[in-house]
């Protein structure tokens, strides 16, 4: 397992939200308009198999129950021939089983949303600020500081950041990247920030 960390190289602060349309565990198809009223949008680049995203669960789940204003979004981008583990049918599992209570958990099968955002690895979390109809990138970072799967984390940084946007403040502190494992990209379809 090699981990990477996220890079601002694709979208950067107060960059418009690359629209998606995408199917749910639930059945349906999301989009970005979808999520736009609310006044937070938090997106990450997860999957069902990474140790790093799965250490983030609990507080991606927490972070979906604790704001009704704000709408917390997975994004399962990893090529599920090359690991089954996260395919659609395991994503409904664990919406199912209550292991993931996001707002919503989608499959990016084309990889097209993760290559907009810039994604680099699991979990990559991009947290926006709805404004007037449309939605801007407040912060590119890290959840906590847990910076790996055992570790214990002892500052909720994300749930920080998610306060100054609902306060209705630029988001001011310094990206500290998320770390995770890389993003399972189909054969010969890496994007061209790829560069790893």
């Known amino acids: 397992m090699v981990a990477l ?17 995408l199917p749910g565990t639930d ?11 609310n006044e937070a949008l938090l997106v990450v680049f997860t999957c069902n198999h990474c140790p790093y995203a799965q250490a983030k669960f609990d507080e991606l789940n927490r972070l979906a129950t604790e704001y009704d204003d704000v709408a917390v979004v997975g994004i399962n981008p990893n090529d599920p021939e090359q690991y089954p583990d996260d395919s ?14 996001y707002d919503a958990y989608l499959f990016d099968e084309s990889q097209s949303v993760a290559a907009a955002y810039g994604a680099r690895c ?37 749930k920080a950041h998610i306060e100054t946007v609902l306060a209705g403040e630029e988001v ?16 010969g379809t890496e994007p061209e920030y790829w560069d790893t």
């Open 122 to 158: 699991t979990p990559d979390p991009f947290l926006f600020a709805s404004d007037d109809g449309s939605v801007r990138l407040a912060y590119h970072g890290r959840l906590n500081d847990a910076t790996n799967p055992d570790d214990e984390p002892t500052e909720r940084e994300m």
């Open 27 to 37: 059945g349906e198809t999301h989009s970005l308009a979808d999520f736009a009223h």
């Open 88 to 101: 659609p049918e395991r994503m409904q599992e664990l919406v199912a089983d209550g292991t993931i209570d």
């Open 5 to 21: 960390e996220s890079e601002d190289d694709v979208l950067q602060r107060g960059d418009e939200a690359p629209a998606f349309e």
């Open 172 to 187: 001011t502190a310094d990206q500290r990247p998320s770390r995770g494992c890389s993003v399972k990209w189909k054969p």
